[in-house]
Structures are given as structure tokens and as C-alpha cells.
């Protein structure tokens, strides 16, 4: 059964509460973690290497340190020595660090950028001009700047992702398929190094409580796993490692692990015996945590002449760092989107002097699915079907890649009601037949999906006799409306009204909650908020049937339900009574519950208890469990200047159950303009002669402005599954993306019938293409 | 970024003077590229001599042609009825530039001045020969898609960031200069700019210590039919990666007079006396201006990565001119 509140008049769930943490926001009260003015702060400023790849001969820091108000210059020979690095494999194991190297360990260097000096001061002006003043002397080397380059070395990694995937996959024969395939599309996809950039750069203030004892304000998507990373790092007890994020001004992944700046500053916190803040400048946001490797991929794609696909042949070629075997995934989403018999993956790497890329929204399905969407819309123009006829004659029924069922999927409502608001059936199939003017125009389609990924986390709700109650998870709010959405989840679980809860988030002291990342935190946040919720009741009720004065002494448990804040009896709702009565009289001012929200552990269960019965839980785990959706684009090309421009837009998403209409709907808005960038205009360009970016600032690294974005249509598919946690929520902050860069090269294709598969798809490719024909 | 003194200059005279007495003093007008430059440390001051408080304001246009004061916002400019009206290709150069906020705080001369976004240039660690003079060019070998197709030398290919500049040369503008010994010149915008050279550290031909004061344009026909088009990586708050600014006299179908110049193709504004004069005499058809866009990059040296500016030069030139043919 779905939590019971579901749906009921006057409740919460779903509605499009507005943001309970808005007013905080506008009128500047929410502190972000930069923002906190704590006693005898410092300032931190990191001096960065200006080669890429060398040994350090010498550091002067005299000079520096001689300004006023400088209170230490930190290198690698003078900062404290971490009990444990990551500059190991089972040092990198240990501490969960995303990359497997140090700086200010040695001196030597890897990447441009890279951190060589810290220099701590009484103010900011302070620190920024001292660390001009350090003065490195480097024995240069030629540096290698991606897998392009031709000193560059392909090897096979074996396992991608610190030994999480496989860099091979197999199922069937997909050569032999694909070689005796009527249809057989090839094609290669270029894609540039992005970085996340999100508005708020990464920042750190630590302040040493004791000897032992440190607390650390972290723009974190996971204050837990920042915890664990420093504890290891430093040889402390976890819970002598507090870390702290109350608001975050956006993350898309880069945030999501704890990168060098954080513990070098905790280092110099330790040195000074001061706390220590250190912000990135946006410069520095290129080059201390992480970016979407450059890679290439190469899709082979068989087909029945009918336009079945009969094999998938994937590879991937992209650049990594010295020392760990990253790359994104993209394979995943190629070989579980559609019904392939066959499928074969494979990745190979190239050691580069760049540092290590991560995760960046939609790891993996986001390039995956750009190879993938396209191809397929080769095929149907092969086949000569519409696009989503193609996709719906290789609709998978159940997920190839594993052989499981579908917990849920609403992929064909998603085409259809995605087609029917965006007006398809207008659409001229022949490319480059429709005009406007100058302008070509397109329309081009694609389908998202994004797993729901293994996660639990854990959450406390105290529920005051008065009626009031304040819920806590130690969750990280991106930005994205996790304090509301869990205030709405928390009100209708309890029966109060919204202005009697208070969620509090981001901070290690509270239940360990997940990281904010791979879409997991609304479903696994929401369901231990649930859960902690019926713990409550759980226990009232025990209470309740024991209790002589309560209408409900000697019933059964099981025979008492509660709603709105009543407990009654199932059969007689008459006979019950509020839950402050029950407390008042027994003395309570307050009651705590506590549950954990666990993926596969549904609402079929849940209902319950707070734990899933494990055979439930097989149950669940026998099931794929995804979300699923389709985009729709219309461009304008100027084929003379080679402009593209998106006119119109419609996501339709099927992603359970939809928490609030509103923040919801900027999701998945936010993650088309996220892929709207990545398909024209975004692009860190690192040169290949000096393995250093050229265009490291806002005003060169483009992100969409306004005027690149249309309106744009959002509809969510009602869904109802039973199988993926206790809220029935798979989360959405990255299907909002996967597809967004294929639907706009499809439209491209429909407006001007050329095939751009180098991202950016800037003018000068368009224009290009436009005169190879 | 290094310490600096700040000054406010009650009169020219004392601002010049200050920055005569000082190499390394610098004016601020609005800032808003001069402290990213002192941020980055590609510019160092020893001084900021502030010269907000200076009349050098004014937008009038009296029958010989406009004059516009050196310190009036690009947004008050952009937007005035007398230059939308008369001089569309001015106001339309402006509102393409930046954003609001900066156009609201930027001044018409910071922004005749203000430096290349080459990405070397903008970041310490390269080497860049306009940066520090020696050290070396590596655009020419590397991220050079933005960069120049004309005008460049082994040393330096930077383009001239400015869109106002390309308007304004296309038009013939002049720069009103006042030195420190308080005497005035006037200087043809296009002449004030210096190709890179073997110097490309130095970029026009302003004295020590003087002053741009006001910027004049000639009033014409081909003024009030002009246009800017500027074509970008996205639709707005980008720079150009080719633009044209074009004016046409048109007189019973046949061209009178023309005025073409480009931006994002040159290491400094760069007009086309080649082209205008092709055009002049001649019907004003596409086909004319095809052919005579053709003219533009004769003498262009594509690098790597910007061999698409040879096409989009021309293209860009003849959209321009079928706005006000
Ligand atoms: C993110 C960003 C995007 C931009 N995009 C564009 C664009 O698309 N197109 C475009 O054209 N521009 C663009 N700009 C540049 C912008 O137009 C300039 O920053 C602005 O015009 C400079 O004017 P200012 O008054 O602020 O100059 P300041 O920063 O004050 O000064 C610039 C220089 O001019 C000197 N100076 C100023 N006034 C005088 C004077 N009267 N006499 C002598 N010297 C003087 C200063 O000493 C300094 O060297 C952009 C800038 C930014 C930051
Ligand atoms: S093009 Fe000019 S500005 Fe750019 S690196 Fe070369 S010398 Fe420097």
C-alpha cells in the first residue's frame, strides 16, 4: 500500500509548495558555508603551479611572508604531514578521495594549476597579494594533454572508476550480430571537457576546536562522505570530524567528493592554531575539482532493415590523470534503453597531465546517451520511420542488460505526451525541408533515462505534544528544495501543518544521510523521513493500547491506524483520540522516531515498519529499477552564419512519485539548460601544447544566457511504483539532462540534414558543415 | 594584485598631469575591464587616477555630426534617441556588447581601450608577447579559433575586442585627445589603433599621459542606414567571434556610398575600403555584395582553428548589408 497521506486532500506531497527556505535565500540570512563569521578567522589563498608537468627546484617565500598580516606560507615543506594520503591505492581506498594524488606531498608536478603553496593571512587582500609573491622555480617537462595527443599512450584500464564498472562488457555476439546486421550505422562522437561550474565556487573554512576535534563549514553535496575523508586523512575518529553545509549554491557533482583545497585547509588551520577559510576563485574552479573528461566514442549500430536492432558495438577513448582510471560510464545507458540482443562495450584511457575528472551530472548517461540517441535517429532516417516509431519498435519490455523486469517505466506515455504537446505530428519527416525565412528548422527528439541507484539514509522526527516537530537528516540541499520537500513529506507523515515542522539538513551530527548526488537524496531522504515519521506513530500507538484513559486501551496494534495527527481504530474511526492528548497525559513534551530509507525497500512493505522484510527486498532487487522520459526540441539554423537557436522545448518525464510540482518542474527545466549548454556552447579548452586551459573564466566558458533558452514545457507521467523505496520516488535531477544534447543534434539534423556529432555545436561547425556538402 | 594609490581628478588637467608624473598610473573610468586586468595580474598600477567626476559627458548632434563625451555610459549611449535614429550601427555595436550591468558602468573611452580576450593574454602562466614582450606567441600553435585572420604577425594574432570600435570606424569617428600640457588633437579612431607588429604591447598611438576626452562621427547618409551584426558562440553576453558594421547610401538602387568594417576577424578594427569602393556606383543586390565581401579577406591568414572566419567574414557582410540595402 502507498503511504497512506498520498493523494489526500490538504496534504502536502506533490503540491508546488513554494520554497520554505526562500525568504533565508532573498534576503541574503542563509548562510552559505563561506559565509560564517567565526572569531579570529583567517584567510587562505592557494599560490598554483604555472607548469603542468615538472619538479619543483625551488620556493621562495620570504617575500610573501614578509607582508603584512601574513601569518604562514604553507608548501610541501612545512605543512603538516597527513597521517594518511591518498597517493596510494589503499591510501585513496581508505579515505574515499576521487583522485588518487596529494598536492603539497612532494614536489612534484602533475597539471597545471596545481596547488604549491597556501598561504594563510589576516584578511583576504592579504592572502591574495602574498601569494603572488611566492616565487616557484620549475624544472619543466613536455606534458601530455589528452588522449589526442600523440605521445599519448591508449591502454586498457581493465576497470574504470576506481575498480567500480568493468571496462568490458559482453552480451551475445555483438560483432558477429552487428557484421551480418542488414542495417549497419558507424559513427563517432567527439565530446570536450566540461566543468560543472556551479555558482557557488568550492569553499572551505576549518576551525580546530581541539587538538582532536574539527569542525569544518564545506560547500559539500555529502557532508558525510567529506567526514569519512578527513577522518582517514587525518587519523581522527569520525565523530570527532564535524562537517557542515546548510546551503549549497549548486554542485552537479564536482561537489559530491572532497577534493585537496578542503584538506589543505584543514592542514593550515592546524598550523596556524587559527581557523582558516579558503573560497576557489572561478579560475581555480577549472582545476580543483574535477571536469567531464574529453572523450570519443564510437557507436556501431546493427539493425533488421525492419529498423530492429540486433547488436550494439560501444567503445570510448578518454583522457585521464597519472594516477587513477576514471571515465564516466556511458555504455550503461546504451545497453539497457533499448531491446538489444547483442551488446558489447569497451573503454580504453589515456594518462594525461590533467587532474582527475569525476562524476558531472548524468555521469556517463549524458554522453551515452548523445551516441546513442543520434544513432538511433540515423537508423530511423535509414529505415525511413518517424524517430519515434524507431523507438518504439525497439521498446525494451524489461531490461536487456540484466534480464529484469521493470520496477516501472512510462516511456511510451512519455513519447506520446510529449509529441502531443509539442505538436510532432506537424513535423515534415524529410530534413532540411522546413524554412522559416533564413532559418532551417528542426525538430528533433530523444529518450532520457537515469537509474535509481542504490542508497540509504537515515532520519530522526521529534514530534512536540504542542504540535509542532522538527525532522532531521544530515541530506545536502543543493539548491534544489530538498528543506522543502522534505518539510512537505514531514508535515503530511505527521499530520501537521507545514509552518509546525522544521527540517534540518547538512550536518554530520544529524542521521547519516547520503550524498547528494546520482538522484538518490529525494527518495532516500524522503523515505527515512517517512519512515522516522511511522516510527512515531508506531510507538504512540504502542503507548495508546496500554493506556487506560485512551479510547484505544487493549486494541490491537495493528487494528489502530492514525491520520492527521489522530490515532483511531481502523474499524471504528470514532473511537480514538489526538496524539497530544495521549502524550500530554502521560507527562511527554516530545517523542522521537528514527528509520532508515533504504533503495529496493518499497512502500509495499514499508507500510509496516521501518525496515523492509529482506524477502521484500529480494523481491525489489529482482526488479530494473529507472526512470524514464522523452525530450522534445525545435532549432532555428541560420545556415549562412551558422547560429542555432532552440525555439521550443517540451521534457515529459515518468520518475514516481513527484514530490513538489514546482521544484520539480525547475529540475528538470535546470537540466535542460545544463544540456542545451553542453550541446552549443560549453567547452573548457585546454591547450595541447601546455596541458592548460585557455578559457578557465564565465566570461569565455558559456554557459546559456536567457536569450539561448525558449519557454520550456515540463509534464510528469503519474507513476506509482511499489518496488523502489518507501515513498515510491526514483528522483530527477539527471534524467533532466540524458538525452537533452541528442534531441538538439536531432533537430539540427531534421532542420539542415547534416549530422554534427562534435559537441560544442558552435558556428563555426555549423558553418562548416553546411559547405562540405 | 598589488597595493595601489587612488586618486579623484577634479579637472583634466589635473587627472593628465597625475598620470604624466606617474608610468605606471592608469585612469579608471568605469572599471569594469581595468580591475578584472589588475585581479588577473596582467596589469599592474601604481596608481588609479579616477576620472568620474570629469564633464566629460554629453550626447548632441548638431548638423556636422555627433559628439559623444568620453565618459558617457555604453547603455546611455546605446539606447539615445539621436544615435538609435541617426547612427543605428552605434547603438546597435553598444547593445550587443557585455550585459545591462556592464553597459550601465562602462565609459565609451574604457571601452575603445580595453584589451584582448585571448586567452593567453588573460592568464599569467602562458607565455604572450603582449603581455610580456619576448616571451613568446602560443596561439599561433594552439587555441586560436577566436583569434585574428588579419592584420596578425609571427608575434601576434590577438583580435580587437571592441564592437563600439568597429562601428565606429566603419563611420570615420575621431577621438578628441587632451594631453597634459592641456593642448587637444584629434585623432581618426582608425589610425589610433597599431597592428601587433613585432610590438604587440603596444596597441595605439595614445601619448604618455593623455586623456580621450570625447569621440566625434561625421554625419552621413550612410550613417543613418547602417547596421551591426555580430555573430557569437551564444546569443548574447559573448563576444564576436566575426561582426560587421555596415553602412549604405542607396539612391535609386545604386550605392552612393558604403562603409564595411569587421571585428573579430582583425588584430584591430578593421575596415574595408576595398570592399565599400567595389560597392560604390553599383546596384545594391546580393549579388554585388557577395562579390564585393569577397574582397574583405583577399589578404586574410586563417590559423588552425579559425578558417571558418575566411567564410563567415563574407557571409557576415552580406546579411549586413541586405538589412540596409
Ligand atoms: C564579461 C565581460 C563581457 C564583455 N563583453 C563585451 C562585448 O561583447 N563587446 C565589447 O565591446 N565589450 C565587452 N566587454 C568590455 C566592456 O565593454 C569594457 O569592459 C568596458 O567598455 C570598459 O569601460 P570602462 O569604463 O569600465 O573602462 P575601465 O575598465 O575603467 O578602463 C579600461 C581602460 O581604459 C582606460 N581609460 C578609461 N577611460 C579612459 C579615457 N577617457 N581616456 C584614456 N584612457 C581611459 C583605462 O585606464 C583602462 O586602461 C565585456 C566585459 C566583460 C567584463
Ligand atoms: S595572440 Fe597576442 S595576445 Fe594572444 S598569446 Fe599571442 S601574443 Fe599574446
Known amino acids: ?773 | 594584485m598589488n597595493n595601489f594609490s587612488y586618486t579623484q581628478a577634479a579637472s583634466t588637467k589635473e587627472a593628465t598631469a597625475a598620470k604624466a608624473a606617474d608610468k605606471q598610473a592608469a585612469f579608471i573610468g568605469g572599471g569594469t575591464t581595468l580591475i578584472d586586468l589588475m585581479k588577473s595580474d596582467i596589469e599592474e598600477h601604481s596608481l588609479l587616477i579616477d576620472i568620474n567626476r570629469l564633464s566629460m559627458l554629453g550626447i548632441e548632434n548638431p548638423a556636422t555630426g555627433l559628439r559623444i563625451g568620453a565618459l558617457e555610459r555604453m547603455s546611455d549611449v546605446g539606447e539615445h534617441p539621436l544615435v538609435v535614429q541617426n547612427y543605428p550601427v552605434i547603438s546597435q555595436s553598444l547593445l550587443a556588447s557585455a550585459s545591462p550591468q556592464l553597459r550601465n558602468m562602462a565609459s565609451m573611452g574604457g571601452n575603445l581601450l580595453q584589451r584582448t580576450r585571448c586567452g593567453y593574454f588573460r592568464d599569467t602562466a602562458f607565455p604572450c608577447n603582449k603581455r610580456v614582450p619576448g616571451s613568446g606567441c602560443p596561439a599561433q600553435t594552439g587555441d586560436n579559433r577566436t583569434l585574428a585572420i588579419l592584420g596578425g604577425s609571427t608575434s601576434c594574432i590577438a583580435t580587437h575586442a571592441s564592437d563600439l570600435a568597429v562601428a565606429l570606424v566603419a563611420l570615420e569617428a575621431k577621438l578628441t585627445l587632451e594631453s597634459p600640457k592641456g593642448t587637444t588633437r584629434t585623432v581618426p579612431l582608425a589610425d589610433f589603433y597599431k597592428l601587433p607588429g613585432s610590438t604587440p604591447n603596444i596597441e595605439n598611438h595614445l601619448a604618455p599621459g593623455e586623456l580621450i576626452t570625447a569621440i566625434t562621427v561625421p554625419a552621413a547618409a550612410h550613417a543613418r542606414k547602417s547596421h551591426y551584426l555580430k555573430v557569437r558562440d551564444r546569443a548574447s553576453y559573448a563576444y564576436a567571434l566575426v561582426s560587421a558594421a555596415v553602412g549604405l547610401d542607396v539612391q535609386g538602387g545604386t550605392i552612393r556610398s558604403a562603409r564595411v568594417a569587421l571585428g573579430g576577424v582583425g588584430t584591430v578594427p578593421w575596415r574595408v575600403p576595398a570592399v565599400e569602393k567595389y560597392l560604390v556606383g553599383k546596384p545594391a543586390t546580393e549579388d554585388n555584395f557577395r562579390a564585393a565581401a569577397a574582397l574583405a579577406v583577399r589578404d586574410a591568414k586563417p590559423y588552425e582553428h579559425n578558417k571558418f572566419k575566411l567564410e563567415l567574414a563574407q557571409r557576415t557582410i552580406v546579411r549586413a548589408l541586405l538589412e540596409v540595402a
Open chain 1, 1 to 773: 500500500m502507498e503511504p497512506q497521506f498520498f493523494d489526500q486532500p490538504g496534504g502536502f506531497v506533490g503540491q508546488p509548495i513554494v520554497r520554505v527556505e526562500g525568504r533565508e535565500k532573498v534576503t541574503g540570512k542563509a548562510k552559505y558555508s563561506a559565509e560564517f563569521p567565526l572569531p579570529g578567522l583567517t584567510y587562505g589563498v592557494l599560490t598554483t603551479s604555472t607548469i603542468a608537468k615538472g619538479k619543483i627546484m625551488s620556493i621562495e617565500t620570504a617575500a610573501a611572508a614578509r607582508e603584512p598580516g601574513v601569518i604562514a606560507v604553507l608548501t610541501h615543506q612545512n605543512l603538516p604531514k597527513l597521517v594518511k594520503t591518498p597517493n596510494t591505492p589503499e591510501g585513496k581506498k581508505d579515505t574515499g578521495s576521487q583522485m588518487g594524488f596529494m598536492p603539497l606531498t612532494s614536489d612534484e608536478i602533475f597539471y597545471a594549476a596545481q596547488p604549491v603553496a597556501l598561504v594563510v593571512a589576516d584578511t583576504l587582500d592579504h592572502a591574495i597579494h602574498a601569494a603572488k609573491l611566492v616565487k616557484v622555480t620549475y624544472q619543466k617537462q613536455e606534458p601530455i594533454a589528452s588522449f589526442h595527443d600523440p605521445k599519448a599512450e591508449l591502454f586498457d584500464p581493465q576497470k574504470i572508476q576506481d575498480g567500480k564498472a568493468d571496462a568490458h562488457t559482453k552480451r551475445g555476439d555483438a560483432k558477429g550480430a552487428f557484421a551480418s546486421s542488414a542495417i549497419q550505422l558507424t559513427a563517432t562522437y567527439n565530446h570536450p571537457v566540461y566543468n560543472h561550474n556551479p555558482m557557488e565556487p568550492g569553499s572551505t573554512t576549518a576551525v580546530w576546536d581541539a587538538p582532536d576535534r574539527l569542525t569544518v563549514y564545506e560547500s559539500t553535496q555529502g557532508v558525510t562522505r567529506t567526514q569519512s575523508t578527513l577522518s582517514a586523512m587525518l587519523g581522527l575518529p569520525r565523530e570527532q570530524v564535524r562537517v557542515i553545509t546548510k546551503y549549497l549554491g549548486g554542485g552537479f557533482g564536482c561537489k559530491g567528493s572532497m577534493w585537496p583545497h578542503t584538506i589543505l585547509t584543514v592542514q593550515a588551520a592546524k598550523a596556524v592554531g587559527r581557523p582558516v577559510k579558503l573560497m576557489l576563485t572561478r579560475p581555480q574552479m577549472f582545476t580543483s575539482m574535477g571536469h567531464r573528461e574529453d572523450q570519443a566514442q564510437t557507436v556501431q549500430l546493427g539493425a533488421t532493415a525492419e529498423g530492429k536492432i540486433t547488436s550494439i558495438v560501444h567503445t570510448k577513448t578518454s583522457t585521464t590523470s597519472p594516477w587513477d582510471n576514471y571515465a564516466e560510464s556511458n555504455s550503461k545507458i546504451l545497453d539497457m534503453l533499448y531491446a538489444t540482443p547483442n551488446f558489447e562495450a569497451s573503454y580504453e584511457l589515456a594518462r594525461a597531465n590533467v587532474m582527475t575528472s569525476t562524476f558531472m551530472r548524468a555521469p556517463g548517461e549524458a554522453p551515452g546517451s548523445f551516441a546513442i540517441e543520434c544513432s538511433m535517429d540515423d537508423l530511423a532516417y535509414k529505415v525511413g520511420v518517424d524517430p519515434i516509431e524507431i523507438r518504439l519498435r525497439n521498446h525494451a519490455d524489461h531490461d536487456y542488460s540484466t534480464g529484469h523486469p521493470w520496477s516501472s517505466k512510462s516511456l511510451k506515455q512519455c513519447y506520446a505526451r510529449g509529441a502531443e504537446l509539442f505538436g510532432w505530428s506537424k513535423r515534415n519527416p524529410t530534413p532540411g525541408a522546413t524554412r522559416d525565412g533564413r532559418f532551417l528548422v528542426g525538430m528533433g527528439m530523444a529518450s532520457a533515462s537515469y537509474p535509481v541507484h542504490n542508497s540509504q539514509g537515515t532520519a530522526r522526527a521529534r514530534l512536540y505534544a504542542d504540535g509542532h516537530a522538527v525532522v532531521q537528516s544530515g541530506a545536502t540541499d543543493l539548491g534544489t528544495g530538498t528543506y522543502t520537500v522534505m518539510t512537505q513529506v514531514a508535515a503530511d507523515a505527521l499530520g501537521l501543518p507545514l509552518e509546525k515542522v522544521r527540517f534540518e539538513l547538512g550536518d554530520t551530527q544529524l542521521p547519516t544521510a547520503p550524498n547528494s548526488g546520482g538522484s538518490v537524496a529525494a527518495g532516500t531522504v524522503s523515505s527515512s523521513v517517512y519512515l522516522a515519521a511511522q516510527d512515531v506513530w508506531q510507538k504512540l500507538i504502542k503507548m495508546a493500547v496500554v493506556d487506560k484513559k485512551s479510547p484505544l486501551y487493549k486494541a490491537k496494534p495493528e487494528d489502530v491506524a492514525t491520520e492527521k495527527g489522530r490515532l483511531f481504530l481502523k474499524k471504528d474511526p470514532k473511537k480514538g483520540e489526538a496524539f497530544g492528548d495521549l502524550m500530554k497525559r502521560a507527562d511527554m513534551t516530545d517523542i522521537e522516531g528514527m528509520a532508515q530509507g533504504k533503495y529496493g525497500a518499497g512502500y509495499e512493505a514499508a507500510s509496516a515498519a521501518a525496515n523492509a522484510d529482506p524477502a521484500h527486498k529480494d523481491e525489489a532487487a529482482q526488479h530494473a529499477m529507472h526512470s524514464f522520459g522523452a525530450h522534445f526540441c525545435e532549432v532555428r539554423v541560420d545556415m549562412d552564419l551558422g547560429t542555432i537557436r532552440v525555439s521550443k522545448w517540451v521534457s515529459v518525464m515518468g520518475a514516481g512519485r513527484i514530490l513538489n510540482a514546482q521544484t520539480a518542474r525547475s529540475q528538470i527545466i535546470g537540466g535542460a539548460i545544463f544540456g542545451i549548454g553542453s550541446a552549443l556552447m560549453e567547452e573548457t579548452v585546454r591547450d595541447q601544447n601546455f596541458s592548460r586551459y585557455t578559457n578557465a573564466d564565465l566570461a569565455s566558458y558559456h554557459v546559456p544566457v536567457n536569450a539561448d533558452i525558449p519557454n520550456i514545457t515540463v509534464e510528469f507521467v503519474e507513476e506509482h511504483d511499489p518496488f523502489i523505496n518507501a515513498m515510491g520516488v526514483k528522483g530527477i535531477g539527471e534524467i533532466s539532462m540524458v538525452g537533452v544534447a541528442a534531441a538538439v543534434g536531432n533537430a539540427v539534423f531534421h532542420a539542415t540534414g547534416k549530422r554534427l556529432r562534435d559537441l560544442p555545436l558552435t558556428p563555426d561547425k555549423v558553418l562548416m558543415s553546411g559547405m562540405n556538402s
